[in-house]
């Protein structure tokens, strides 16, 4: 496979444009661009969580496991923009949705029930994965965005949906593995009530 990118800066960009697959030209806000760079920011963002999680594997061996089920991730989301940048590509199907699944029926049945809400934090990784997550439910967000005035084809929307869910539980299992008690939420006191 030869050099995709020859050169990095092209200058076509500079008055607020940016060109897709098929060769057309559209504004850097558009939402299909605007999907694209969420996506993008996500799969960023797993990058993170995942150099987070191989540094700790060294004195946490059970985190190999977490890192075996989102490193793919990564690649799937590179197929994802490549679907929203060529529309009539697919490259996603939905054997990579099971296997989200499958991980999070797997790891569900290792944490038990919710109590209550959780909290975003309690280690770094736990507070990273919760990050991704709020970031893949923004690119969801984004690609029906998208989806309402260009109809998306494929399983794109549906896996981002299943990633969320994923990071939510990939955050629990992290916490789990490194016997970090969860943060669960405290509603604040009802106003009038004093203690004393």
């Known amino acids: 496979m030869g050099y995709r990118l020859s050169k990095i800066y092209t200058r076509t960009g500079d008055t607020g444009e940016t060109g897709l697959a098929d060769g057309s030209r559209v504004r850097k806000d558009h939402p299909r661009i605007e999907a694209i760079g969420d996506v993008d920011e996500l799969n960023s963002m797993l990058g993170v969580l995942l150099a987070e999680l191989e540094d700790q594997q060294v004195h946490i061996p059970e985190l190999a496991s977490v890192i075996d089920v989102l490193a793919p991730c990564q690649h799937r989301l590179f197929d994802l923009g490549g679907e929203l940048a060529m529309p009539d590509y697919r490259a996603l199907d939905h054997d990579e949705i099971e296997r989200l699944e499958q991980a999070i029926d797997t790891w569900n049945e290792e944490l038990g ?57 990939v955050a629990r299992i992290i916490g789990r593995r490194q016997g970090i008690a969860e943060h669960l939420w405290k509603p604040a006191q009802k106003a009038g009530h004093h203690d004393g």
């Open 113 to 169: 029930p919710l109590e209550n809400f959780i909290l975003p934090g309690g280690s770094r990784a736990v507070a990273l994965a919760h990050t991704a997550r709020s970031i893949a439910r923004r690119a969801e967000r984004r690609c029906q965005t998208l989806n309402l005035s260009e109809p998306l084809e494929g399983v794109g929307m549906a896996y981002l949906n299943r990633l969320s869910d994923l990071l939510f539980v």
